[in-house]
T-cell receptor, first 116, second 112 residues
Framework: GAVVSQHPSRVICKSGTSVKIECRSL??????MFWYRQFPKQSLMLMAT?????????EQGVEKDKFLINHASLTLSTLTVTSAHPEDSSFYIC????????????FGNGTRLTVT | GQQVMQIPQYQHVQEGEDFTTYCNSS?????IQWYKQRPGGHPVFLIQ?????EVKKQKRLTFQFGEAKKNSSLHITATQTTDVGTYFC????????????FGPGTRLSVLP
């Protein structure tokens, strides 16, 4: 089945530093990947849609200069949290679709970011 | 904007009891998908419903899509401890079915 790998699974960083999270589709090509943020015991909040070879589409209220997304290939999208602050601490998850109409989303295992 | 709501937020059941979670959208959906997230895990795809009034079954799980394509339900018969987790519905918000808005989820606890 379709597998999405997300790395790292956990990261602790100091306030003011930047953190890069990778999302890879291992056995399929993903022209579109999605980035979510999930607070404890809450739902998935879509942050942005990552499109291969073009700019990401950000949801309302999400700062594009804060959360940089790059989708350089059909199997890799990265999310960089720039100048991280404690309020950015959260669980970040990516998902990818195989691109067919109504195909399911395949999720990565998520990244637990803690900013101290 | 488009909103997807789910009720109940939490449900505690005794093992063997049935469980139902309901999903409602403020607008018509192109399709709906259901996901299960175990504690500490990531969401895992369960099923997709596309047609108005569609009903699908997976063993003890029954999924329904409303006639107006604005609501859906997931029913679990005779719950087991392995059913523990949070169940999310995700409403398709475009005709390509790749852009979804997730409901807040229903957290199910099953007491042995």
């Amino acid at each position: 089945g379709a597998v999405v790998s997300q790395h790292p699974s956990r990261v602790i960083c100091k306030s003011g530093t930047s953190v890069k999270i990778e999302c890879r589709s291992l056995d399929f090509q993903a022209t579109t990947m999605f980035w979510y943020r999930q607070f404890p015991k809450q739902s998935l909040m879509l942050m942005a849609t990552s499109n291969e070879g073009s700019k990401a589409t950000y949801e309302q209220g999400v700062e594009k200069d804060k959360f940089l997304i790059n989708h350089a290939s059909l199997t890799l999208s990265t999310l960089t949290v720039t100048s991280a602050h404690p309020e950015d601490s959260s669980f970040y998850i990516c998902s990818a679709s195989q691109g067919r109409i109504n195909s399911p989303l395949h999720f990565g295992n998520g990244t637990r970011l803690t900013v101290t | 904007g488009q909103q997807v709501m789910q009720i109940p937020q939490y449900q505690h059941v005794q093992e063997g009891e049935d469980f139902t979670t309901y999903c409602n959208s403020s607008t018509t959906l192109s399709n709906i998908q259901w996901y299960k997230q175990r504690p500490g895990g990531h969401p895992v795809f369960l099923i997709q419903l596309v047609k108005s009034g569609e009903v699908k079954k997976q063993k003890r799980l029954t999924f329904q899509f409303g006639e107006a394509k604005k609501n859906s339900s997931l029913h679990i018969t005779a719950t087991q401890t392995t059913d523990v987790g949070t169940y999310f519905c995700a409403g398709g918000r475009d005709n390509y079915g790749q852009n979804f808005v997730f409901g807040p989820g229903t957290r199910l606890s099953v007491l042995p």
